[in-house]
């Protein structure tokens, strides 16, 4: 076992967590003097004000799973004593990190993809700011491509324009880095990888079936070509190349105003989710279905019978899927922290031991759906009910859902003609539960319906 470092080692921080969240997860446990993030490995070393402090951390994380941005995070302790900025620099050159020497190779990740990207699109943006002799994208930790500038001096001009600059308006993030490579290969001209010095390359490998542009992100929300404008260094260029969302990727842009959520990538294919670490004597079918039809329809839930604990649940698609994994990963549920991942199986065959829902009129997501998108968040103290009757009263209400906790404030109000309340209860948890048993229940005869809110409190009026 390491010995006890106040530097501590936090590992799974993804793109989506700040510095910010990661003081935030010490603030109450003690103070925080040094924060050093390994974007590349996904890693951060945090250093404490000293040792007591940093076991007092560990001693908090050892009963609950720490989690940030839906995302859970584990810690340790460093096997380093102290950070330096000299001995960060060597590591962050060994790991690719954004300290890297500048080099004439850019490594891009492109965050928040809601367009499909290609070649054309990179080189219109990069292009502006010196010669571009290569460019290859791929898919690895998210969607991410090479640059390769003519000149050094290029690409630090390049990364000193366009970091965490947007392609679009609100979407497409570039996170830049100089790379280590010296030297691109690039054997093909298509539309993922392109040597500008060499137009003559052939597109694709000689008897091989020509492979599908880059459209993940689009492909899920029904595409269709457009021009678009609006792009960094290159405002009002018109790309006709470029495809735009309709049907429901318009209300997933609506919905998030064209940034999707953290940690979310928006090109997701899987649709089947494993959930595990449930309460087994208190969790069925239609608990999971109301808990998880908040950020998607549900088509099918199996509880595993020789996993008591553990259940898949089929999403309607990967989008969908991706917001129940993003936010419900170490969610609180009676007395569970549940493991939310993305299955290996890409389906739930129907059998005796699944329940259908496919057909179900409870699925929030048949209409409606950039207002239902709006409500995906993760778990909070506040319930929003809706569906009530005309008649029903504030204390009815309260009366309906207090067995599950402790109820701190509530307000009855009308909107568009239709009564509805907000609940604010003591924890996450609590409110967690009464919308997995509440949800659907019947109130003088009416099916109410219940979601989380994101409102932090309770005005008077």
């Known amino acids: 076992m390491t010995e006890p470092s106040k530097v501590l080692h936090i590992r799974n921080v993804g793109p989506e967590i700040s510095e910010a969240d990661l003081?935030?997860?010490?603030?109450?446990?003690?103070?925080?003097?040094?924060?050093v993030i390994l974007r590349a490995k996904n890693q951060a070393l945090m250093q404490m004000r000293d040792i007591p402090s940093a076991v007092s951390v560990l001693d908090h994380y050892s009963t609950i799973q720490p989690s940030i941005r839906g995302r859970n995070v584990y810690i340790q302790f460093?096997?380093?004593?102290?950070?330096?900025?000299?001995?960060?620099?060597?590591?962050a050159r060994?790991?690719?990190?954004?300290?890297?020497?500048?080099?004439?190779?850019?490594?891009?990740?492109?965050?928040?993809?809601?367009?499909?990207?290609?070649?054309?699109?990179?080189?219109?943006?990069?292009?502006?700011?010196?010669?571009?002799?290569?460019?290859?994208?791929?898919?690895?930790?998210?969607?991410?491509?090479?640059?390769?500038?003519?000149?050094?001096?290029?690409a630090v001009q390049a990364m000193k324009n366009l970091q965490n600059r947007n392609i679009y308006d609100g979407c497409c993030q570039l996170e830049i880095q100089f790379?280590?490579?010296?030297?691109?290969?690039?054997?093909?001209?298509?539309?993922?990888?392109?040597?500008?010095?060499?137009?003559?390359?052939?597109?694709?490998?000689?008897?091989?079936?020509?492979t599908q542009s880059f459209g993940d992100a689009g492909g899920m929300y029904g595409i269709q070509p457009v021009s678009l404008h609006h792009m960094v260094g290159a405002p009002a260029m018109g790309l006709n190349s470029v495809q735009m969302p309709t049907a429901s990727g318009a209300a997933i842009m609506e919905a998030f105003g064209g940034v999707l959520p953290r940690g979310v990538t928006g090109n997701n294919d899987r649709c089947?989710?494993?959930?595990?670490?449930?309460?087994?004597?208190?969790?069925?079918?239609?608990?999971?279905?109301?808990?998880?039809?908040?950020?998607?329809?549900?088509l099918r839930i199996k509880l595993l019978r020789n996993?008591?604990?553990?259940?898949?649940?089929?999403?309607?698609?990967?989008?969908?899927?991706?917001?129940?994994?993003?936010?419900?990963?170490?969610?609180?549920?009676?007395?569970?922290?549940?493991?939310?991942?993305?299955?290996?199986?890409?389906?739930?065959?129907?059998?005796?031991?699944?329940?259908?829902?496919?057909?179900s009129k409870l699925n929030r997501f048949n209409r409606n759906l950039a207002k239902n998108y709006r409500y995906c968040c993760a778990p909070t103290k506040m319930i929003h009910v809706s569906s009530l009757h005309a008649d029903v009263t504030e204390?009815?209400?309260?009366?309906?859902l207090e067995e599950h906790g402790n109820i701190i404030n509530s307000r009855l109000f009308e909107a568009n003609g239709k009564k509805q309340a907000l609940i604010l209860f003591e924890n996450e948890e609590q409110a967690t539960e009464a919308l997995v048993c509440k949800h659907a229940s019947t109130m003088d005869h009416s099916t109410i319906r219940l979601s989380f809110s994101q409102l932090q409190s309770i005005s008077a009026s």
């Open 179 to 210: 790379s280590n490579l010296t030297e691109l290969q690039v054997n093909y001209n298509n539309e993922r990888t392109r040597d500008f010095t060499n137009p003559a390359l052939p597109s694709e490998q000689k008897n091989r079936m020509p």
């Open 94 to 154: 060994r790991s690719g990190d954004q300290d890297s020497q500048p080099n004439r190779i850019l490594l891009v990740t492109i965050h928040h993809l809601l367009y499909p990207i290609t070649v054309e699109v990179l080189h219109q943006v990069f292009s502006p700011l010196g010669f571009v002799e290569k460019i290859v994208i791929f898919q690895k930790s998210g969607l991410q491509a090479f640059i390769q500038y003519a000149s050094r001096q290029s």
């Open 272 to 298: 089947t989710i494993l959930v595990a670490n449930l309460n087994p004597e208190k969790i069925d079918e239609d608990k999971l279905f109301n808990l998880f039809s908040i950020y998607g329809n549900i």
């Open 78 to 91: 460093s096997s380093h004593q102290e950070l330096t900025t000299t001995e960060y620099s060597g590591q």
């Open 307 to 359: 996993k008591p604990d553990h259940a898949l649940i089929q999403m309607a698609d990967g989008f969908q899927a991706e917001l129940a994994v993003n936010f419900l990963k170490g969610a609180l549920l009676f007395g569970k922290h549940l493991e939310v991942n993305f299955s290996k199986h890409a389906q739930i065959h129907p059998s005796s031991d699944s329940t259908d829902y496919s057909g």
């Open 395 to 400: 204390v009815e209400v309260v009366s309906h």
């Open 23 to 35: 003081f935030k997860l010490v603030e109450n446990l003690g103070t925080a003097t040094k924060l």
